[in-house]
């Protein structure tokens, strides 16, 4: 199974764009990069996902690097409901996702 | 569509008592997952299943039972707790596999003492 590394925490103020970062250095060619986050006392939620190409949805941006091995999620303006833990996870046709313990974002008034 | 329901909320059992979480969706998924998430932790997968009579053991499964009868059901069962699986339980399930977008319940916070 393929690892994720992130950062524990990260802070950003309210409404400027937030950066998260992750790598994957033994990605497969056939692995997909999926981002969910889990709000506190909450169950995870989908927040996108791609292959190779840079993807785009109502939620965020994911910025996938040219050689795969690092990925990143771009929220546009940061809210405080954007607080959350967000996990970056690599999955392929294996039918397991692996969470790792993910990245808890501040968000600052 | 109420998306994937998980009962009890809270439960709390005594060292060695059996229990069933219960976990259904209506989105008509074949694929559905049990996970468990220990504090300050990510989760863990458990147990799945591809289909109607078919699951598979996850990265933790010992100490957990399950079947899948019905697409819409994909029931946990504890035969005999012990305070290690003191944890939340998060029942998720999606169209075709981990490739696709999961779809994740609210969870079930049991306490084994």
Redesign the interface.
Request: net charge negative.
């Given at each position: 199974d393929a690892k994720t590394t992130q950062p524990n925490s990260m802070e950003s103020n309210e409404e400027e764009p937030v950066h998260l970062p992750c790598n994957h250095s033994t990605i497969s060619g056939t692995d997909?990069i999926?981002w969910?986050r889990q709000l506190p006392?909450?169950?995870?939620?989908?927040v996108i996902?791609g292959l190779t190409s840079n993807v785009n949805n109502r939620m965020a941006s994911l910025a996938i690097a040219e050689d795969r091995k690092s990925s990143t999620l771009i929220l546009h303006r940061a809210t405080l409901r954007d607080a959350a833990v967000y996990?970056c996870i690599l999955?392929?046709?294996?039918?397991?996702?692996?969470?790792?313990?993910?990245t808890s974002l501040t968000v600052i008034p | 569509n109420a998306g994937v329901t998980q009962t009890p909320k809270f439960q709390v059992l005594k060292t060695g008592q059996s229990m069933t979480l219960q976990c259904a969706q209506d989105m008509n998924h074949e694929y559905m997952s049990w996970y468990r998430q220990d504090p300050g932790m990510g989760l863990r997968l458990i147990h799945y299943s591809v289909g109607a009579g078919i699951t598979d053991q996850g990265e933790v499964p010992n100490g957990y039972n399950v079947s899948r009868s019905t697409t819409e059901d994909f029931p946990l069962r504890l035969l005999s707790a012990a305070p290690s699986q003191t944890s939340v339980y998060f029942c998720a399930s999606s169209s075709q596999g981990t490739g696709y977008e999961q779809y994740f319940g609210p969870g079930t916070r049991l306490t084994v003492t």
């Open positions: 997909y999926h969910y006392s909450q169950g995870p939620e989908y996902h996990y999955s392929n046709t294996g039918n397991q996702f692996y969470f790792g313990t993910g | -």
